[in-house]
C-alpha cells in the first residue's frame, strides 16, 4: 500500500493513549452525567473498544449508562465517497475496480473498523464490498502497550481488581477481538469454520432458519472482504422501528444455542447490527471473533441454564462451580451457595425489564471469583453473547420471562449435546 498516499487521503491524526486520555477516557465512561461519544470515538480506537465493552457491563454502570455507550457500535463515521475509491486502489490497485460492472462509493454501513458499500460483479452478483477504513493496526498496539502499563501499575495498588473485572485481562480479550477484526480474512475463516459446523449437524438439528453469505475468495484480502449481498434489514433497525416478532427472536436464540452448549463453537460477536432477518431466514455477518468454549464450560453453561430455568437454585450453583478451571470444595463452596441463594432470592418469574439476565449473570461470575473460582478465558465470549441477547429481548419484549420462553428448546438441545 502507498502510505503516504493513505495518510494524506485519510488525514490519520495519531493520537496516542495517556495516562491523561486514559482517564478522560474513564471518567466519561464513570462519571459523566452522559458518556461523550465524540470525545471517546476522537481517541482512538482503543477507546472505542473500550467504551464497547463497557456496554455489556451493566452490573458495573446501570442499564441506561450502558444503552448510551451501545451507541459506539453503530454511531461511525464513514469516508468520503472519493476517499473509499482512493483506499480501494491504495489496497488492490487502480485495476481493481474493473471487477465491478458498479460500485456504489458511498457506503450503506459503517462500524468502528470498517465500512460497507453495494456492488455487482461484473458476472451479475450482487455483492457486499467490506473496507477496512484506515491502517490503524500500529497505532493500536502501541496504544494497548500503554495502557497495560498503566493498569498493572493500578493494581499495584488496588490488588482486588486481580481478582474482579481484571483490566488487564479485559485488555487481552479487546486486543485479541480487535487485531482478528483488522485482518478480513479471519472473518473469511470464520464464516467457514461455521458454515462446516452448518453442513455437518443440519440434518441432526433443525438449522434450516439459518445461512451464510458467500464469500469471493479470490478477490478479497486482509483489507477488501467481498461477499454475496444479503438483502434485508438488520435486527438492529427491526428492534429500532418496533418491528421485530419476538417469536423471531427466540429462533435466533434456538440457532445460537446450538451452536455454544451443542459445539461450543460460535459466532462471537452476534450484536443485532451483524444479524440481517431475510423474509424468515437469518444471516450471520460479520464473522470475524468465533467464540470458542472447553466442553467442561459448555456442558455445565447448558446444565446451568436448564436448571435456572427449572428454578433449582443449588443444582445451578453447582453447575457454576463445575463450570471452573479451578472449582472450590467444602466450606467454601457452603459460603458460596449460601451467597448464590441470596443472589437469586428475586429471580423467580421475573421479566427482562424487572431482571436483567445479564446482569445476573455478571454477578454471578464475580461473586464466583470472589469465592475463589477461576474461570477460562472462554467466559467472556459468554457473557458476551448473553449481553446482546438479553439486550434485544428487552427492546422487543421487555415483558418477556426468556429463561421460561427458552424452556422449549432444552430437549431439542439434550438430544444434540455429546
Known sequence: MDTALYAQTHKIVVRNMNIFKLVRLLKTIYVDREPDIALIQRLGLLAVKIGQVYALRPDFLGDERCRALSRLYSNTESLPPEDAVKLIEAYAGADYLNHFTS????????????????????????????????????????????????????????????????????????????????????????????????????????????????????LSSENILVSEYAEGPTLDELLTQGELNYASLLELFHLHGFFMFAIGTFHGDIHPGNIVLQGDKFYFLDTGYIGCVPDRMRKNLFAFFEALSEDDYKSSARCLNAMAERPIEGGQFGAFEKKFLDLYADFKGKTVSQVSLTKKMMQTIRLGVLCGMHFDEGMFDIIKSLMYLDGMVIRANPRAVLLKDMRRFIQDFKAVMD
Open 103 to 218: 460500485f456504489d462509493a458511498m457506503p450503506f454501513a459503517s462500524a468502528s473498523i470498517g465500512q460497507v458499500h453495494r456492488a455487482v460483479l461484473k458476472t451479475g452478483e450482487q455483492v457486499a464490498v467490506k473496507l477496512v477504513k484506515r491502517d490503524y493496526a500500529r497505532n493500536f498496539r502501541r496504544d494497548v502497550s500503554s495502557v497495560r502499563k498503566l493498569f498493572r501499575f493500578a493494581i499495584l495498588f488496588y490488588p482486588k481488581l486481580r481478582g474482579v473485572a481484571n483490566p488487564v485481562s479485559l485488555l487481552h480479550e479487546i486486543e485479541k477481538m480487535t487485531l482478528g477484526e483488522l485482518d478480513l480474512r479471519n472473518e473469511v475463516r470464520g464464516w467457514k469454520q461455521l458454515q462446516e459446523i452448518y453442513e455437518s449437524n443440519k440434518s441432526r438439528f433443525d438449522l434450516s432458519r439459518l445461512r451464510f453469505r458467500s464469500v469471493f475468495e479470490e
